[in-house]
């Protein structure tokens, strides 16, 4: 299915990019999250809430073509 | 207190007299008076909350006054809460101010948070922001959340009418040493007034309208692009259950600014007797004095993303200008596993200074 991927923060620069549309053979977004750790493998070590289509969602969260995921790291600076 | 102070605010009809009372009836505790807290600090003043607190340890450096514009030049060197109390005092006589100069601990946050209604998190640091989320939790009391990365931030009103908390959307802090803050990454002050400001927004939202403010809701700012991303999110009632209950223990706070393991600093001295050790510039690549003797460089910006380059089983010793940004390549190396990393606390000239004089038996005063 074909999926929009945007980063956010620290995750950005980890994957060298803000957003991306790609296609993944993947049911949930447990799925789609090992198959980037794979290919980023910076983000093993990283801390990240997933959002589909702008609601923060469980790893179990059922994945449709066309849905936008966010990854979304905690920020620290004050 | 004279209403034509507020007349403007007075004037918007879902405001009125009832929503300046409200506001004169607020009690708000900010935690830490930075970047964030300074503009929060100040619009919740000129805006008529009756009683604000301030808690922070820190004081007013040179170096804040960009973005924390609560403080003047005069007010370097000055306890941050004594420069907030005397700028608001004269800002607005209206307005009671209760200051914490201790800042904001595990042992003392049940007692201090007590008075008031509403608590906002200015600081810059996980172990502090955990700790104001499991005592609002417990205290069952709304908190106002916000931080930065470079241009970005967030936002978000937690443990609001039965909302979720800050747990709920990361339920474990980060790493040390994962993810860095300002004092590391540099900010404009812009982003931190933005952002803010949308926590003061929040926190007067929050008191006049306190049905209606967003509870379910965290917002992502990218000044890059001026985006806003408004993401809902749902409560995970166990979770917040079990912050509740008396089993749960605070977490360990003990200094408000430093979350992270300090890292091992050594002196000019200590890091030339270190056995091959290798020294790791963490400096920008067109920073002076260039030192020809150095091993690597690396700029701290850089280094999660190339810890390739680097060798776990190596004996590190980072340096930088201030050996600032040195600590912070230290705890980052550490927390990704590096056991033998120091960082340099005398600067990248008395390091050069030192090579080339290496063989020289003159008394350096490092």
């Known amino acids: ?78 | 207190m004279i209403m034509e102070r507020y007349q403007r605010q007075i004037q918007l009809e879902d405001i009125g007299l009832e929503g300046q009372q409200a506001l004169a009836n607020a009690k708000v505790l900010v935690v830490g008076a930075g970047g964030l807290g300074s503009p929060v600090l100040q619009y919740l003043a000129a805006s008529g909350v009756g009683f604000l607190g301030v808690a922070d340890m820190d004081t007013v450096a040179l170096s804040n006054l960009h973005r924390q514009l609560l403080y003047t030049t005069a007010d370097v060197g000055k306890p941050k809460v004594q420069a907030a109390q005397e700028r608001l005092e004269s800002l607005n006589p209206d307005v009671e101010i209760n200051v914490y100069p201790e800042g904001v601990h595990t042992a003392n946050i049940m007692e201090m948070i007590a008075p008031y209604d509403l608590i906002i998190d200015g600081t810059d640091n996980f172990s502090a922001r955990y700790l104001i989320n499991d005592a609002c939790v417990k205290s069952d009391k709304a908190w106002i959340y916000g931080a930065l990365f470079k241009h970005q931030g967030q936002f978000a009103l937690f443990n609001h009418r039965g909302g979720p908390c800050y747990r709920c959307l990361y339920p474990k802090p980060p790493a040390a040493g994962e993810v860095a803050g300002c004092n590391v990454l540099g900010v404009l002050g812009t982003v931190a007034g933005i952002i803010g400001l949308q926590m003061a927004h929040l926190a007067l939202q929050t008191i006049i309208w306190p049905e209606e403010v967003p509870n379910q809701s965290v917002f992502y700012v990218n000044q890059q692009n001026f985006s806003v991303q408004h993401l809902k999110m749902d409560k995970n009632q166990s979770l917040c259950d079990n912050v509740q209950s008396d089993s749960w223990e605070l977490p360990q706070n003990n200094a408000i600014t430093n979350c992270e393991t300090p890292p091992n600093t050594v002196s000019l001295k200590e890091a030339l007797l270190l056995d091959q050790a290798l020294f790791l510039d963490v400096r920008d690549t067109e920073e002076q004095p260039k030192i020809a003797a150095v091993d690597l460089q690396i700029p701290v910006k850089e280094l999660e993303q190339r810890l390739k380059e680097l060798d776990k089983e190596k004996t590190y010793i980072a340096f930088c200008k201030s050996g600032q940004r040195a600590k912070a390549a230290a705890t980052l190396l550490k927390a990704h596993d590096f056991e033998a990393v120091y960082a340099l606390s005398a600067s990248a000239q008395h390091l050069k200074n030192a090579i080339e004089n290496e063989n020289s038996t003159t008394n350096e005063v490092y």
Request: charged residues 25%.
């Open chain 1, 1 to 78: 299915m074909e999926l929009t991927l945007k980063y956010f923060g620290r995750i950005a620069e980890l994957t060298g990019k803000t957003e991306e549309i790609r296609s993944a053979a993947v049911e949930t977004v447990d799925e789609l999250d090992s198959v980037l750790r794979r290919e980023y493998p910076g983000l093993s070590m990283a801390t990240y809430s997933i959002a589909v289509d702008h609601e923060i969602v469980k790893p179990s969260f059922p994945l449709k073509s066309k849905v936008e995921v966010a990854l979304l790291p905690p920020f620290s600076g004050g």
